[in-house]
Protein backbone atom coordinates (compact mmCIF):
# COMPACT_ATOMS: atom_id res chain seq x y z
CA UNK A 1 0.00 0.00 0.00
CA UNK A 2 2.94 2.21 0.66
CA UNK A 3 4.44 1.70 -2.00
CA UNK A 4 1.62 2.17 -4.15
CA UNK A 5 0.95 5.65 -2.39
CA UNK A 6 4.85 6.85 -2.81
CA UNK A 7 4.37 5.94 -6.76
CA UNK A 8 1.12 7.55 -6.55
CA UNK A 9 3.15 10.55 -5.60
CA UNK A 10 6.24 10.15 -7.47
CA UNK A 11 3.57 9.96 -10.74
CA UNK A 12 1.40 13.58 -9.41
CA UNK A 13 5.36 15.28 -9.37
CA UNK A 14 5.75 14.04 -12.72
CA UNK A 15 2.43 15.17 -14.15
CA UNK A 16 3.04 18.40 -12.29
CA UNK A 17 6.10 18.85 -13.82
CA UNK A 18 5.02 18.00 -17.37
CA UNK A 19 2.32 20.03 -16.89
CA UNK A 20 4.32 23.47 -15.53
CA UNK A 21 6.31 22.80 -19.07
CA UNK A 22 3.20 22.73 -21.13
CA UNK A 23 1.31 25.82 -19.05
CA UNK A 24 3.72 28.44 -20.89
CA UNK A 25 3.21 27.22 -24.21
CA UNK A 26 -0.57 26.48 -23.72
CA UNK A 27 -0.99 30.11 -22.24
CA UNK A 28 1.59 31.55 -25.66
CA UNK A 29 -1.13 29.98 -27.98
CA UNK A 30 -4.27 32.05 -25.83
CA UNK A 31 -2.29 34.89 -25.75
CA UNK A 32 -0.95 35.22 -29.30
CA UNK A 33 -4.40 35.95 -31.02
CA UNK A 34 -4.75 39.31 -28.86
CA UNK A 35 -1.57 40.34 -30.22
CA UNK A 36 -3.79 40.96 -33.10
CA UNK A 37 -6.18 43.70 -31.47
CA UNK A 38 -4.13 46.37 -31.58
CA UNK A 39 -1.64 48.84 -33.66
CA UNK A 40 -2.29 51.00 -36.21
CA UNK A 41 -3.73 48.36 -38.59
CA UNK A 42 -6.23 46.44 -35.83
CA UNK A 43 -10.43 47.03 -36.22
CA UNK A 44 -10.51 46.08 -32.18
CA UNK A 45 -8.35 49.28 -31.82
CA UNK A 46 -10.42 52.29 -32.72
CA UNK A 47 -8.88 55.73 -33.64
CA UNK A 48 -12.07 57.02 -34.52
CA UNK A 49 -16.06 56.98 -33.64
CA UNK A 50 -16.82 54.86 -37.00
CA UNK A 51 -14.04 52.85 -35.99
CA UNK A 52 -15.27 52.53 -32.32
CA UNK A 53 -18.90 51.52 -33.48
CA UNK A 54 -17.41 48.39 -35.89
CA UNK A 55 -16.06 46.55 -32.87
CA UNK A 56 -18.39 47.43 -30.50
CA UNK A 57 -20.63 45.79 -32.81
CA UNK A 58 -17.78 43.12 -33.21
CA UNK A 59 -18.26 42.42 -29.46
CA UNK A 60 -21.44 42.13 -29.56
CA UNK A 61 -22.28 39.82 -32.26
CA UNK A 62 -19.25 38.08 -30.49
CA UNK A 63 -21.04 37.64 -27.19
CA UNK A 64 -24.53 36.85 -29.14
CA UNK A 65 -22.31 33.98 -30.84
CA UNK A 66 -20.92 32.91 -27.46
CA UNK A 67 -24.34 32.20 -25.72
CA UNK A 68 -25.71 30.36 -28.48
CA UNK A 69 -22.75 28.20 -28.71
CA UNK A 70 -22.69 27.71 -24.90
CA UNK A 71 -26.11 26.88 -24.78
CA UNK A 72 -25.89 23.82 -27.77
CA UNK A 73 -23.07 22.47 -25.99
CA UNK A 74 -24.89 22.49 -22.44
CA UNK A 75 -27.59 21.12 -24.14
CA UNK A 76 -25.45 18.29 -25.58
CA UNK A 77 -23.72 17.68 -21.86
CA UNK A 78 -27.44 17.04 -20.45
CA UNK A 79 -28.65 15.09 -23.35
CA UNK A 80 -25.44 12.45 -23.24
CA UNK A 81 -25.68 12.42 -18.99
CA UNK A 82 -29.31 11.65 -19.19
CA UNK A 83 -29.48 7.93 -17.97
CA UNK A 84 -33.47 7.61 -19.42
CA UNK A 85 -34.23 7.59 -23.68
CA UNK A 86 -35.41 10.78 -24.60
CA UNK A 87 -39.47 10.45 -25.47
CA UNK A 88 -40.17 11.86 -29.27
CA UNK A 89 -42.15 14.32 -27.82
CA UNK A 90 -39.20 15.67 -25.29
CA UNK A 91 -36.72 15.43 -28.22
CA UNK A 92 -38.76 17.35 -30.24
CA UNK A 93 -39.48 20.25 -27.99
CA UNK A 94 -35.34 20.30 -27.54
CA UNK A 95 -34.74 20.48 -31.05
CA UNK A 96 -37.61 23.27 -31.66
CA UNK A 97 -36.42 25.53 -29.11
CA UNK A 98 -32.75 24.88 -28.39
CA UNK A 99 -32.19 24.58 -32.50
CA UNK A 100 -34.76 27.43 -34.20
CA UNK A 101 -36.78 29.56 -31.57
CA UNK A 102 -33.89 30.74 -29.13
CA UNK A 103 -31.71 30.87 -31.57
CA UNK A 104 -33.93 33.12 -34.07
CA UNK A 105 -34.32 35.39 -31.19
CA UNK A 106 -30.89 35.54 -30.70
CA UNK A 107 -30.33 36.57 -34.42
CA UNK A 108 -32.98 38.82 -34.87
CA UNK A 109 -32.05 40.96 -31.45
CA UNK A 110 -28.21 40.92 -33.34
CA UNK A 111 -29.62 42.29 -36.64
CA UNK A 112 -31.61 44.64 -34.96
CA UNK A 113 -28.26 46.03 -33.22
CA UNK A 114 -27.01 46.18 -36.55
CA UNK A 115 -29.74 47.85 -38.37
CA UNK A 116 -29.79 50.62 -35.48
CA UNK A 117 -26.18 51.20 -34.85
CA UNK A 118 -25.73 51.52 -39.48
CA UNK A 119 -26.08 54.77 -39.34
CA UNK A 120 -23.59 55.69 -37.14
CA UNK A 121 -21.09 53.56 -39.11
CA UNK A 122 -21.60 55.16 -42.29
CA UNK A 123 -22.14 58.57 -40.80
CA UNK A 124 -23.70 61.06 -43.54
CA UNK A 125 -22.22 64.71 -44.36
CA UNK A 126 -24.81 66.77 -45.76
CA UNK A 127 -23.25 68.60 -49.15
CA UNK A 128 -23.57 71.69 -47.36
CA UNK A 129 -21.24 70.99 -44.05
CA UNK A 130 -18.04 72.44 -44.64
CA UNK A 131 -15.76 69.40 -44.07
CA UNK A 132 -12.14 68.46 -45.20
CA UNK A 133 -13.12 66.69 -48.52
CA UNK A 134 -10.61 64.25 -50.49
CA UNK A 135 -10.74 62.38 -53.98
CA UNK A 136 -9.28 58.41 -53.80
CA UNK A 137 -8.85 56.67 -56.72
CA UNK A 138 -7.56 53.50 -56.51
CA UNK A 139 -5.44 52.24 -59.65
CA UNK A 140 -3.43 48.88 -59.93
CA UNK A 141 -1.69 49.02 -58.01
CA UNK A 142 -2.00 52.31 -56.19
CA UNK A 143 -3.82 55.43 -55.09
CA UNK A 144 -4.66 58.53 -56.86
CA UNK A 145 -5.20 61.41 -53.93
CA UNK A 146 -6.57 64.53 -54.77
CA UNK A 147 -7.04 67.41 -52.11
CA UNK A 148 -10.49 69.53 -52.93
CA UNK A 149 -11.59 72.73 -52.02
CA UNK A 150 -15.01 74.18 -51.04
CA UNK A 151 -16.21 74.54 -54.33
CA UNK A 152 -14.87 70.70 -55.27
CA UNK A 153 -12.21 71.64 -57.38
CA UNK A 154 -8.88 70.26 -57.00
CA UNK A 155 -5.97 72.02 -55.17
CA UNK A 156 -3.48 69.56 -55.72
CA UNK A 157 -2.48 65.73 -56.09
CA UNK A 158 -0.43 63.43 -54.49
CA UNK A 159 -0.24 59.14 -53.83
CA UNK A 160 -0.56 56.83 -51.24
CA UNK A 161 -0.34 58.94 -48.17
CA UNK A 162 -3.74 60.61 -46.72
CA UNK A 163 -3.43 63.72 -44.36
CA UNK A 164 -6.61 64.18 -42.49
CA UNK A 165 -6.90 66.72 -39.05
CA UNK A 166 -7.55 65.03 -35.95
CA UNK A 167 -11.12 65.55 -34.47
CA UNK A 168 -12.50 66.63 -37.63
CA UNK A 169 -14.57 64.65 -40.20
CA UNK A 170 -12.72 64.26 -43.63
CA UNK A 171 -14.85 63.30 -46.63
CA UNK A 172 -13.68 60.66 -48.98
CA UNK A 173 -14.97 60.74 -52.72
CA UNK A 174 -14.12 56.98 -53.46
CA UNK A 175 -13.37 55.73 -57.49
CA UNK A 176 -11.82 53.35 -59.42
CA UNK A 177 -9.56 53.59 -62.56
CA UNK A 178 -9.60 50.08 -63.76
CA UNK A 179 -10.97 47.08 -61.41
CA UNK A 180 -13.00 47.08 -58.31
CA UNK A 181 -10.98 47.86 -55.15
CA UNK A 182 -11.67 48.21 -51.53
CA UNK A 183 -10.78 51.40 -49.18
CA UNK A 184 -10.57 50.35 -45.68
CA UNK A 185 -8.53 51.67 -42.95
CA UNK A 186 -9.46 49.23 -39.75
CA UNK A 187 -8.42 51.72 -37.25
CA UNK A 188 -10.68 54.51 -38.34
CA UNK A 189 -13.61 52.84 -40.29
CA UNK A 190 -15.28 50.00 -42.50
CA UNK A 191 -14.56 49.17 -45.68
CA UNK A 192 -16.09 51.26 -48.75
CA UNK A 193 -15.61 49.35 -52.28
CA UNK A 194 -14.23 51.62 -55.33
CA UNK A 195 -16.17 50.81 -58.34
CA UNK A 196 -15.10 51.79 -62.08
CA UNK A 197 -17.85 54.39 -63.24
CA UNK A 198 -19.00 55.79 -59.65
CA UNK A 199 -18.36 57.48 -57.09
CA UNK A 200 -18.83 56.63 -53.19
CA UNK A 201 -18.82 58.36 -50.16
CA UNK A 202 -17.28 58.06 -46.99
CA UNK A 203 -16.44 59.71 -44.12
CA UNK A 204 -14.10 58.85 -41.78
CA UNK A 205 -12.68 60.99 -38.28
CA UNK A 206 -9.70 60.40 -36.36
CA UNK A 207 -9.45 60.90 -32.55
CA UNK A 208 -6.10 61.22 -31.79
CA UNK A 209 -3.34 62.18 -33.90
CA UNK A 210 -1.59 58.99 -35.32
CA UNK A 211 -0.25 57.20 -38.87
CA UNK A 212 -3.01 54.46 -39.61
CA UNK A 213 -2.66 51.80 -42.26
CA UNK A 214 -5.16 51.21 -44.82
CA UNK A 215 -5.00 48.83 -47.77
CA UNK A 216 -7.05 47.63 -50.62
CA UNK A 217 -9.78 44.97 -48.95
CA UNK A 218 -10.93 44.05 -52.68
CA UNK A 219 -8.82 41.43 -54.87
CA UNK A 220 -7.81 43.46 -57.87
CA UNK A 221 -4.54 41.95 -59.66
CA UNK A 222 -1.04 40.91 -59.10
CA UNK A 223 0.36 43.10 -56.34
CA UNK A 224 -3.36 43.40 -54.40
CA UNK A 225 -1.49 42.34 -51.24
CA UNK A 226 1.48 45.49 -51.63
CA UNK A 227 -1.31 47.91 -52.33
CA UNK A 228 -1.54 50.06 -49.08
CA UNK A 229 -1.77 53.29 -47.75
CA UNK A 230 -0.91 55.19 -44.90
CA UNK A 231 -3.40 57.74 -43.38
CA UNK A 232 -1.75 60.76 -40.92
CA UNK A 233 -3.74 62.29 -38.41
CA UNK A 234 -2.21 65.47 -37.21
CA UNK A 235 -3.29 68.53 -35.55
CA UNK A 236 -5.47 71.25 -37.34
CA UNK A 237 -3.32 74.06 -37.37
CA UNK A 238 -0.38 71.58 -38.47
CA UNK A 239 -2.79 70.40 -41.77
CA UNK A 240 -3.45 73.82 -42.11
CA UNK A 241 -0.30 74.95 -42.33
CA UNK A 242 0.50 71.41 -44.85
CA UNK A 243 -2.15 72.50 -47.04
CA UNK A 244 -0.77 76.23 -47.60
CA UNK A 245 2.47 74.77 -48.00
CA UNK A 246 1.48 72.12 -50.78
CA UNK A 247 -0.19 74.72 -52.65
CA UNK A 248 3.35 76.60 -53.12
CA UNK A 249 5.83 74.86 -55.25
CA UNK A 250 8.92 73.73 -53.86
CA UNK A 251 12.71 73.79 -55.48
CA UNK A 252 14.64 71.21 -57.75
CA UNK A 253 17.45 70.13 -58.29
CA UNK A 254 18.34 71.31 -61.66
CA UNK A 255 20.36 67.98 -62.61
CA UNK A 256 17.95 65.54 -61.20
CA UNK A 257 15.14 67.34 -63.01
CA UNK A 258 16.90 67.17 -66.44
CA UNK A 259 18.11 63.65 -66.05
CA UNK A 260 14.65 63.31 -64.65
CA UNK A 261 12.78 64.86 -68.03
CA UNK A 262 15.80 63.42 -70.42
CA UNK A 263 14.78 59.51 -69.67
CA UNK A 264 10.78 60.62 -70.52
CA UNK A 265 9.71 59.73 -66.67
CA UNK A 266 7.63 63.13 -66.91
CA UNK A 267 5.35 61.24 -69.93
CA UNK A 268 3.78 59.25 -67.15
CA UNK A 269 4.95 61.58 -63.65
CA UNK A 270 3.73 65.25 -62.39
CA UNK A 271 5.86 67.75 -60.75
CA UNK A 272 4.12 70.80 -60.03
CA UNK A 273 6.30 73.76 -61.27
CA UNK A 274 8.31 71.96 -63.81
CA UNK A 275 7.60 70.82 -67.23
CA UNK A 276 6.84 66.82 -65.93
CA UNK A 277 3.19 67.00 -66.70
CA UNK A 278 2.36 63.28 -67.11
CA UNK A 279 -0.92 61.88 -65.69
CA UNK A 280 -0.97 57.93 -65.92
CA UNK A 281 1.42 57.66 -63.22
CA UNK A 282 1.63 58.92 -59.54
CA UNK A 283 2.02 62.88 -59.02
CA UNK A 284 5.58 63.08 -57.38
CA UNK A 285 5.55 66.48 -56.19
CA UNK A 286 6.79 66.97 -53.09
CA UNK A 287 7.69 63.16 -53.31
CA UNK A 288 10.72 63.77 -50.45
CA UNK A 289 8.15 63.86 -47.61
CA UNK A 290 6.86 60.65 -48.18
CA UNK A 291 7.37 57.94 -45.16
CA UNK A 292 6.86 54.85 -47.61
CA UNK A 293 7.36 53.69 -51.46
CA UNK A 294 5.67 52.27 -53.99
CA UNK A 295 2.23 52.11 -51.90
CA UNK A 296 3.83 51.37 -48.56
CA UNK A 297 5.69 48.06 -50.16
CA UNK A 298 8.89 49.50 -49.52
CA UNK A 299 11.10 52.17 -47.12
CA UNK A 300 11.49 55.51 -48.39
CA UNK A 301 15.59 55.14 -49.23
CA UNK A 302 17.30 56.58 -51.63
CA UNK A 303 18.76 52.57 -52.26
CA UNK A 304 15.14 51.24 -52.66
CA UNK A 305 13.99 54.11 -55.08
CA UNK A 306 16.56 53.39 -57.25
CA UNK A 307 15.99 49.72 -57.31
CA UNK A 308 12.01 50.56 -57.90
CA UNK A 309 12.76 52.84 -60.80
CA UNK A 310 15.15 50.15 -62.42
CA UNK A 311 13.47 46.79 -61.88
CA UNK A 312 9.73 47.85 -60.66
CA UNK A 313 7.79 44.77 -62.09
CA UNK A 314 10.30 42.75 -60.07
CA UNK A 315 9.01 44.35 -57.09
CA UNK A 316 5.58 44.98 -57.68
CA UNK A 317 4.74 42.25 -60.41
CA UNK A 318 1.64 43.68 -62.95
CA UNK A 319 3.08 47.26 -62.52
CA UNK A 320 2.57 49.91 -65.42
CA UNK A 321 5.68 51.46 -64.66
CA UNK A 322 8.43 49.96 -67.15
CA UNK A 323 11.39 48.50 -66.15
CA UNK A 324 14.26 51.71 -66.29
CA UNK A 325 17.62 49.28 -65.93
CA UNK A 326 19.10 49.51 -68.96
CA UNK A 327 19.85 53.01 -67.83
CA UNK A 328 23.50 54.03 -66.53
CA UNK A 329 23.89 53.20 -62.92
CA UNK A 330 24.63 57.01 -62.06
CA UNK A 331 21.69 58.27 -64.05
CA UNK A 332 19.29 55.94 -61.42
CA UNK A 333 21.15 56.97 -58.30
CA UNK A 334 20.64 60.54 -59.79
CA UNK A 335 16.93 60.37 -60.32
CA UNK A 336 16.86 58.58 -56.96
CA UNK A 337 18.46 61.12 -55.12
CA UNK A 338 16.35 63.89 -57.16
CA UNK A 339 13.30 62.39 -56.02
CA UNK A 340 14.41 61.59 -52.45
CA UNK A 341 15.07 65.35 -51.77
CA UNK A 342 11.82 66.71 -53.86
CA UNK A 343 9.71 69.20 -51.51
Known amino acids: MTDGWVAGLLQSRRSQ??????????????VLPLTSCSGTHSALDPAGPEAANVAQLFFVMLAGGVVIWVGL????????????????????????????VIPTIILCALLSYGMWLMPAIRPWVPD?????????TGEQFWWRVRYLDEAGETMFETANEVRIPVGEPA???????????????PSLGGKMDMIPGRTNPLT????????????CAEFCGESHALMAFTVRAVAPDEHEAWLAERRVSGSQDAEGLAIFLNNGCGACHAISG???????GPDL????????????TLRHTA?????????????KPGVKMPHFGMLPEDDIKTIAAFLKELK
Open 171 to 185: HFSLKAADVIHSFWV
Open 285 to 296: TAFGERTTLAAA
Open 204 to 215: LTADREGTYRGV
Open 128 to 136: DQQVRRIEV
Open 73 to 100: VAALIYSARKKREHSEESAGRVILWGGA
Open 274 to 280: TPANGRI
Open 303 to 315: EDIARFVAYPGVI
Open 17 to 30: RHLSRLCPGFIALL
